[in-house]
């Protein structure tokens, strides 16, 4: 506690030569508002493709040709994910990086109108807001490497476009694939219902699926030579309800069942279960997991059925960093949150009309307080890991009606019209500002790390997927 | 019981009359001798379109062509389904009826060898032999019509082609429609691992699906505003567990889960099961159906969800009736089982080897004996409710190895092959000189009702299916 | 099959030198007659005592000062049970054996009337009539004493006091203990609501209690850190009611929870359930009770509990003997079924008023017909291991109305008055005419091991019971 | 906000004229401290009878003893509880009461010693610390009755005798009889790990039986006729655990099985379970007891049951008063915490050793910090729904070691000995010098009724117990 205090004053003393750096911000934030046509037309193609988890091949060949056309070296496929990549401009430390996403929801289609119209019958849409966030990511990085190209900063930038975070984590491959073990800084942002710097933890959460396999007989003629694996199933399934009164608070266990067998009249011989279980820590987590791992293995055991245990991807909360959070909150000062017209109002409140508010406001335009102590949100990201390697500072950006269910039609609706597209600007500019920040003053950069150090001192990182994985990998359709 | 004894009586002192009728049965059995090569093109397409239920559109149309191209007077697309059909000779009265099935099963496609190897990957295939059915049911309607229209035989010979058996109950929907309304006696037959007439009851079953609608929310921020549809799949289901304790022994319920949500962080929404709910006798069964709805019901009342009860299909147990097993069977043992070549048990024991044995017979060739009493079978099929309506004779062809499991790929090897293609000139020429006799002689006709009259005297038929209900239409693939 | 049916021709040859025994049998059943008010004398003190299992004191000692006061060698407490006793007359081979139980049941205590209506509140009564069973099996041995003291038979007869029938199976201890290792043919009946010569198997059966241990908690303030015995109880069974689906339709498994928790703010640290697990042969109790001790542990696993598994008591089904019921029945055809007068046809009909009938009868008055194989009942009996281990014949008398439920008050009160009374004397006199041949003629024993050989032979028995265990021990009350 | 703030400003301007009180406290600590012997006497005596709830009949005349030697006038036997009491003394306004428990809990009688040794074998104890409690509370109030016997203040005391807190909350019947409708403020204390001012909501709770009626049958011979009970009872819970996903997160259900069937071999006509809804907010419990109440209903559905829903006991959390835990604050620092000697900690520290720790102290002797919000506590009292009607003051006192569990015969150790008889001293003074402040300053009141509306304004109060209910009634042992 007290090495954060400490690094709270020094900050505070920097102050007057940060200002020193306005200039710069200025010329950043001149080339974001110069180049809003371009940046709109990246969103809006990748907004188009709504192209799902690990088949982002257009929406990734976008993002990737728009910072190569502005000068950047685009590796592609990194860490075996045909869809990732890492675009990189300068050379030597420190090196600041920005991040991007850029994967759509299934089910989620839906035209820029306020009513529910899907674009495509039964597809995809960005319901995360993921064509803004891959967007503005990419803006302020070139918008940063323009002034380290006249000269104005030193060091290496680099982008990392990230994919399927709404599937297996796209960043823990990378992460593991040792992408990100140079890098000083990392930075991102997200979509959101406000305006705000991220000091806040997320949930941890493991993914996992229990697949059990039994024997296959006549249900009507036979049942006593059968093993049901659907048995396993809803008995698993069971025992985890029964666990729910014996946890902690802030676990969080869903999950739905995947298979549920054939037809009525055979012994289902195969079903699966798929869990996501969430806490606070990753520790409860792994603790959790552990013990849903002997309920399955108890339903197993109940039913004379066999269970395979398969984590697909498994991410710690987010560590929040301190001075990276005050950084991205003073540069978000400097910019101002997104102001709305009052057609786009109108447009909001249809949206929350199907909502039971009532709503402190329609569109936020205020910047949130950054609060003293971390916060707590319940839900979780890919970042997180990441954020336990290197320090990352994350920023939220009003793109949406106060209210709006995340992973919804509406969200889609916004990010395709002017209310999402604001939203770029604000993200960009802020972005490109702390990484100016970073880039100029070392000090930064060694708080961040120092803060970093401590809320990770003693901790054993340690992860529930097994080693040497790979990732699934699709084609692209001829 | 009395009548019934007398009928035997009866029937036993007809012999000497029954005799009279060989010459007739001799031109028949000519007549598929000589068509063997053609019968069994017929059969061999069938196998190879392995058309499932309701897509029997080219199975449909080689057993109708079939039959019209031997004179039959053909109607396709009756009682609103685009592959039932009948075909009709002669007039007047009796009216004698055949009635053959088509319908393949999904993920059975099997070359014809005895160890696994599918002609289509993840095709259907006639797992329950329905190819032969068809063909040899269709083959003993032409050879009875060859006697018709030699003046041999009076009245009216009727084919059905009776789509779906093997998922919505084809036959049903042609019941309700009232297509079996002025015949007099039905015959069917099914491939089968043993040869005998058939004197059984099946069990009756009542298809049915429970569609619970819940509220979703995100599973992780706001659980405790969802209504989750899978928790009342599942506390259904464990209700439905606890009732077999307190149910007559002779109950067989069997459930899978057929949508068990989206992605573990939704609350699932929506979420169904899908069960077969059987026991000997019908009543046995509306009253079970009650007691599970009622469970349904209370688990959508645990769960603040809304339940759907989808009655799908409703099948009686099967009526059996003693002058026509009798009957049958005389005829059978005239045609004599079925004998398979040394190759054809080399064949055989192959597909026995994976199974758990020991078995009295590689492949049987012997006739079964008439049971005194009815005997009781734990399986259903769609004849139950028409053998209700008309007087309906049986029997079964080894066209299989003892101890195949029904439904399994083994069976479509056999019936794409030698095995299953003699069964299929036994089942004709027994179907045939039944035919003959009932034709001819009106007193059998008689017996048949009469049986059938006592032994639902007094009962109650009702259905569970609602009325007026509309089968599912498919088209054929361009 | 073979074997059975010669020793049924043996048997009928024998008929001629059998009926010289008859001048003997008149001769007990005098005895009987003479001597009903002593009888009854001992009935009713047993049926006023009521003492429930292992507490049978004053019942045992009745009984036992019965027969000692008849010239009966009387050891009593053997077996480690203070209740049981063994009287013996005579010596040398053979060595034919009669029991007789005398214990009660809780909650059953009723005055002798046709209304519920108890003599001692919350008391116990002979709800399943062992006080006339314990009263007509001493009877009949001193009936057949009077013969052998008098030089008209040989050998050695013993009596068995067999306490704990209706708990935990008090045959077994002393069967266990070697008591039986000597006799030649054991005899017993019941009583019953119809008359005839028992020819059945009854079901197997093993009584267990699964003793789950967790750990206590606040169940408010720190739920996570106990664990709870209670969901490890009901795990189980929900596993158990998941099972039933999958077991051979003759099973019957059922249970209570003996201890679920004591207060709601207390995770409960200990629980326990009390199974009976049934089926038609002890091998599928044996296979069933590990499938189920399974489902048990596999609660414990998905509870982070322990599990004790607690054998109270296994009993295989019965073995029926063919000669020994076709000399009981032919002894009983002697004796004649019970009659009642009209008083006690009112009092049993007052009795059936609350059932729903309709019933044949109030009162059986006939001999029901020794069926041709040997029957099934859904009950079962300690009677179950000891004839596996020596011949057994047994015997039903009619001593209450059709269609009362067993372990009912109207057994009780029957039991009190004229119906059972009569009851005794038929039982009585049938066993001890049956012993009359079996002391005289040793073909008959012969034919009674002869045909218990074939029945068990290739057999294994086993029990699940731990070897050298020790029943509990009560003290008489002050 | 607003109201309180000023208020709590208020209180500091109060501080100079409350000093001039100072002489009458001491006047009242003195009073405590000579007549130590007697007080430790009376609480002796309630700590050997240790009377179960509803059965405090000599504690409950020890206490009123006390009371009424000291001129007060008691009225024993009030709201139909034969062990309630109150004691009065003056007249007018205002009306200060301060309240006293005196019941034990079951199954922990323990000697004054540091290891498990039970006084009575299976005897009760006071876990609860009860016998300090109504101890320490008669003898504040009579030190307060001194000063106003002397003229020193002017108004009503009131004592409240309030038994069973632990079982039907005793405080709630006599709630319903009005018993407190003119009292101006409250006062109470618990003997507590940790010393200090209550200023925190606990939870509400409902304590409610759930009764299942089905139908008996042979649970072998004839288990469909049967309707379980049990089976109702357990699908019930199921339920209820499905619910646990669904809640907020301070939501607490737990239970425990009351009845769970007889013998195995009846299908369980009856069954019961007990449960204990909590949560933050009494209108939360509301809710969660109407779903719950549905499950049960649905359960009941399931199994074709009926079911009792039966609210034994309805508690509102309690309701913090700024006003008062200030006063009460500010009293006990006058006071001061309780000083343990080196023997008190070593009989402490082996209390604590079974424990894991490590704890900040064993015995604590600090007064712990006003927190500026109220806390929340996860456990319930009969205290909640009175402090909704009145105002509402509390205190803890450091009674046993730091670690030990509630409800454990540890603390029945320390009640029995120094420890725990420290405890009464520092809980009688500060009461009776709150009492005194209340007694003497009306504007005291005044705030704390002005804090109490505004904390309850808009709050509709309502009961989930039925109207007119009565409390069970003992006799005290002849």
């Given at each position: 506690m007290k090495g954060k205090l400490s690094l709270t004053i020094l900050l505070l003393l920097l102050v007057p030569c940060v200002s020193g750096q306005d200039q710069d911000k200025e010329t950043a934030f001149r080339w974001v508002e110069e180049n809003s046509a371009a940046i709109q037309r990246v969103s809006l193609n990748i907004w188009r493709y709504a192209e799902l988890a690990l088949r982002e091949f257009q929406s990734s060949r976008e993002l990737s040709g728009y910072l190569e056309s502005h000068g950047f070296r685009v590796e592609r496929g990194v860490a075996g994910l045909p869809t990732a990549f890492t675009a990189s401009y300068g050379s030597g430390k420190p090196i600041i990086a920005i991040y991007g996403e850029y994967d759509a929801l299934p089910g989620l289609s839906q035209k820029a109108e306020p009513v529910r119209s899907p674009l495509v019958a039964d597809g995809a849409g960005h319901g995360c807001g993921h064509s803004l966030f891959g967007t503005a990511s990419a803006t302020a990085a070139i918008a940063v490497k323009k002034l380290m190209e006249a000269g104005r900063l030193k060091g290496t930038l680099r982008f990392y476009g990230t994919p399927a975070e709404e599937s297996i984590g796209g960043k823990n491959y990378m992460l593991e694939a040792g992408?990100?073990?140079?890098?000083?800084v990392l930075l991102g942002w997200h979509p959101s219902p406000r305006t705000g710097a991220g000091f806040s933890y997320s949930k941890a959460v493991v993914d996992v699926r229990f697949k059990f396999k039994g024997l296959a007989a006549?249900?009507?003629?036979?049942?006593?030579?059968g093993r049901s694996a659907l048995d396993a199933v809803e008995l698993m399934n069971v025992g985890v309800n029964y666990l729910r009164e014996h946890v902690k608070e802030d676990v969080r266990i869903h999950y739905v069942v995947t298979r549920g067998g054939g037809q009525p009249n055979v012994v289902p011989p195969e079903a699966e279960s798929w869990y996501y279980i969430r806490a606070n820590k990753h520790q409860d987590v792994a603790e959790m997991f552990e013990r849903i791992s002997e309920i399955a293995r108890g339903a197993a055991l109940m039913t004379r059925t066999e269970v395979e245990i398969a984590v697909g991807d498994d991410s710690h909360e987010v560590l929040p960093n301190r001075p990276l959070a005050e950084l991205m909150d003073r540069n978000l000062r400097l910019v101002g949150p997104p102001r709305f017209s009052e057609e786009e109002k109108v447009f909001g409140r249809k949206l929350q009309e199907p909502l039971t508010g009532p709503f402190e406001a329609v569109l936020s335009e205020r910047i949130e307080p950054l609060p003293e102590k971390p916060g707590q949100i319940a839900s979780s990201t890919d970042e997180g890991n990441v954020s336990w390697k290197i320090p990352t500072g994350s920023l939220g950006v009003a793109s949406y009606p106060v209210g709006i269910p995340g992973h919804s039609w509406q969200i889609v609706a916004c990010a395709g019209m002017s209310i999402g597209q604001k939203t770029i600007a604000v993200a960009a500019k802020t972005l490109a500002a702390t990484a100016i920040d970073l880039l100029k003053d070392p000090r930064l950069v060694e708080a961040a790390r120092k803060d970093f150090e401590e809320r990770r001192k003693g901790y054993s990182f340690r992860l529930l997927v097994p080693a040497n994985r790979k990732p699934p990998i699709f084609q692209p359709a001829p």
């Open positions: 992408l990100f073990d140079d890098v000083d006549h249900a009507s003629t036979s049942p006593h030579l």
